[in-house]
C-alpha cells in the first residue's frame, strides 16, 4: 500500500506504508472475514496461507489462541470451484461427525462406490479436529434432481491442520445438510457408527 507524504522540501513523494499482496486469487478482505483478528495478525496469517507454511500457520493459531485453534479461509487451500443447483443433482459426498441426525456443512465428495472401507478421501487427508472414538458416525449422503438454485457448494483442498495431512478435497455448504434433508433434497445412503473399535 502506497501513501503520499509531504516532504520537508514541499513537494510530495510516496512511500510504502504496508504490502499487501494478493494470494491465490483471494483477496485479503476475503480472507479475514473468517475469523477475528487484531491487524497484524490478520496481515501475518494471510502471509503464511499465501506461502503455505502450515505448521508455522498451525502454531501462530495456537500461540495467539486464534479461532478456538480452527483453521483460517474455513480450512481451504485454495477455491477449486464452485457448483450450485442442478449441477448438483444425484452427486454424493460424505462426513464424518459425532452421533445423531446428519448436523453441520462441510463434507468430501464421493467418485464412484466408494464408501468407509474404500475413502478415496481419508480422515487424515480431512485434517478434522478429533479423532475417530466411540459414537463417531460416518454418513454418505447423495443429492436428488430437485437441487434449488440457492444450494451452493464451495470446493476447496484442505489445509493441513491439527497434526493431520490434509490436502483431501472438502466441499462448503451454503445450506446446513439437516436442512437439505428436511427439505427432501438429499437422502442418505450409507450410514455407519463406529463401536467397540469398528464401524457397524
Not at 34 to 49: G, I, P, S, V
Not at 91 to 110: E, H, L, M, N, Y
Amino acid at each position: 500500500i502506497l501513501e503520499i507524504i509531504k516532504q520537508e522540501d514541499g513537494t510530495l513523494g510516496v512511500r510504502v506504508v504496508d504490502e499487501i499482496r494478493i494470494f491465490k486469487n483471494i483477496p485479503y478482505d476475503d480472507f479475514i472475514k473468517t475469523f477475528t483478528a487484531t491487524e497484524e495478525q490478520y496481515k501475518k496469517a494471510y502471509q503464511l496461507w499465501g506461502e503455505e507454511k502450515w505448521d508455522d500457520l498451525y502454531q501462530y493459531f495456537k500461540t495467539n489462541n486464534l479461532n478456538d485453534d480452527w483453521p483460517p479461509f474455513n480450512g481451504a487451500k485454495s477455491l477449486i470451484k464452485t457448483e450450485k443447483g442442478s449441477q448438483l443433482a444425484e452427486k454424493t459426498f460424505d462426513r464424518f461427525q459425532g452421533p445423531g441426525d446428519i448436523t453441520g456443512d462441510f463434507a468430501s465428495p464421493v467418485y464412484g462406490t466408494q464408501g468407509i472401507d474404500d475413502l478415496y478421501f481419508t480422515y487424515d487427508s480431512r485434517a478434522l479436529k478429533w479423532k475417530i472414538g466411540e459414537g463417531t458416525n460416518y454418513i454418505k449422503f447423495k443429492f436428488k434432481s430437485n437441487v434449488p438454485d440457492d444450494v451452493i457448494f464451495e470446493y476447496s483442498d484442505v489445509i493441513p491442520w491439527f497434526g493431520r495431512q490434509g490436502l483431501g478435497d472438502q466441499v462448503k455448504s451454503s445450506k446446513k445438510f439437516k436442512d437439505l434433508l428436511d427439505e427432501g433434497i438429499i437422502e442418505i445412503i450409507e450410514r455407519k457408527e463406529y463401536k467397540n473399535g469398528k464401524w457397524k
